[in-house]
């Protein structure tokens, strides 16, 4: 499949539909990029080279759209929430783990997903905030989960998964951001209005306005980028 390059990035060309059946088959390592991951490659050569060794790279934000469409290809945003909670039904009684978020998010999260997904098998289930990291790949490992979801935030969950593939070669695993917060109901997702106008980053900043000051010139800057590079 076809890859394309945004500011140093391989992406994949995938469809939503595509990108499931593509990683159910492959394993491995699904990244869900957007602009402030791809800032942060640009700075750090090990987070770099975690992205290009990953499966599968997924245009998760519409700054991820946007840059690419800047560039010339359609590709529609696969937003990593929705594309974890298709997994999740897919394969739903396989063994699952999941790690991150606060405990009580977690917790919750748990809840409601086992109501979604009566069969749900989880195998492993931690909170994201521990010390001993090589004591919590050991725990998942033993448990050989056919898919891990890790909620850590960027770049510490991708750096886990990275660490874990080696260990775990034949399992699906994907940093899911804060797709826990959201499941657990602590925290609400946009309304489908804002979905639709490209705006979701706007009702997150509102939510949270401690995000304001990293996402809000992020965006614009990012787009400033692309067109510098499309432009040279
Ligand atoms: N998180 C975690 N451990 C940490 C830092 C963050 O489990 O050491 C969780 C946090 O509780 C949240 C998720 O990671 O559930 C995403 O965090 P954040 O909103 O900062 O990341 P983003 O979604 O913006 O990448």
């Not at 992205?51 to 998760?60: F, G, R, S, T």
């Not at 989880?122 to 905030?129: I, T, W």
């Amino acid at each position: 499949m076809e890859r394309v390059n945004l500011l140093g990035i391989d992406i994949d060309k995938y469809t939503f539909d595509e990108a499931i059946e593509y990683a159910k088959s492959k394993k491995g390592q699904v990244v869900t990029i957007n602009p402030e991951m791809i800032d942060y490659a640009a700075k750090n050569a090990e987070f770099a080279s975690i992205i290009k060794n990953a499966e599968l790279v997924i245009p998760d934000g519409i700054g991820v759209q946007l840059g690419l469409k800047i560039l010339g290809h359609n590709i529609k945003r696969i937003p990593g929430i929705e594309f974890a909670k298709r997994l999740i039904a897919e394969l739903e009684g396989r063994p699952v783990a999941l790690i991150g978020a606060k405990p009580n998010v977690i917790q919750k999260a748990v809840e409601n997903l086992k109501n979604e997904y009566p069969n749900l098998n989880l195998v492993y289930v931690h909170d994201g905030y521990f010390e001993d990291t090589d004591k919590i790949l050991d725990e998942v490992c033993a448990k050989e989960p056919e898919l891990v979801l890790a909620a850590l935030g960027s770049p510490k969950q991708e750096e886990f998964i990275y660490r874990l593939k080696k260990m775990l070669p034949d399992t699906l695993m994907i940093g899911v951001g804060g797709s826990f917060d959201v499941w657990s109901g602590e925290v609400e997702r946009a309304p489908q209005i804002y979905q639709k106008l490209w705006l979701e980053w706007l009702y997150r900043t509102l939510k949270e306005p401690k995000r304001f000051k990293r996402i809000f010139p992020a965006l614009p800057l990012f787009v400033l980028k692309v067109l510098k590079e499309k432009w040279s």
